[in-house]
């Protein structure tokens, strides 16, 4: 993985797309293990603390699904941690992704407003005109960027964080990310889909300056 940014706190990476973010059950390999080893290995050339040695710290901020490729942050503190979760829970943060789908809107900028709900397997987000029991509002702004490789590239601005909005909202005006079959679009590579998160701001936990990580995507 590209290291984007690192110092005493903060670890951010440009997650590939197949990742989890987060260590867990799953069998295959998370961001998290991934970033935890380098982490380990830069520790035992440059530390001079045997516990830290010992027990490295480094937790997942946020999440990013495991098709989708971006900037990830991992806090090394449970200061950094509880400091920057709290920015993402109280949207301080400001995320912008890159999608190409695989048609062009009907308008080329918009705000989409739904309200979200899990399926019953909790695999894919259901979007509702109304509020509904149990759903959450989902709002994003999006605009067209330009062509690639013949197919619109957007860039979004979610101005909330629920689960698979992007995924669904974009799905949800007939315009799907490139090879996300869950919401309707034809296959493109494994574990793998055209949604990037190419740019975060936040507030660093110990210099209280604006943070701007960027990463781009491979496609």
């Not at 290291?3 to 998290?32: M, Q, R």
């Not at 982490?39 to 901020?61: D, E, G, H, W």
């Not at 509702?128 to 330009?146: G, P, T």
Request: hydrophobic fraction near 35%.
């Amino acid at each position: 993985m590209q290291i984007i940014f690192e110092d005493y706190y903060l670890l951010a990476v440009n997650k590939p797309a197949g990742l989890s973010s987060e260590s867990g059950g799953a069998k295959h390999t998370s961001a998290e293990d991934e970033a935890l080893l380098y982490f380990t290995k830069t520790l035992q050339k440059t530390s001079t603390s045997k516990r830290l040695k010992l027990t490295p710290y480094l937790k997942a901020i946020h999440r990013l699904d495991r098709p989708t490729s971006g900037v990830l942050l991992f806090a090394k503190t449970k200061t950094a941690l509880t400091q920057v979760m709290a920015q993402f829970e109280q949207r301080e943060t400001e995320k912008t992704y890159w999608a190409v789908v695989e048609k062009m809107p009907k308008q080329q900028s918009g705000e989409l407003r739904h309200w979200l709900l899990r399926s019953e397997d909790g695999k894919k987000a259901i979007l509702s005109d109304i509020q509904v029991r149990n759903s959450q509002l989902a709002i994003l702004d999006y605009s067209f960027k330009e062509m690639k490789n013949g197919k619109p590239l957007l860039e979004i601005k979610p101005k909330t964080g629920r689960f698979h909005q992007i995924r669904a909202q974009l799905a949800s005006i007939g315009c799907p990310v490139i090879g996300d079959v869950a919401y309707g679009a034809k296959p493109w590579q494994d574990y793998a889909i055209m949604l990037h998160a190419h740019q975060l701001v936040c507030t660093h936990p110990k210099t209280q300056e604006p943070l701007i990580l960027e990463a781009f995507p491979e496609w």
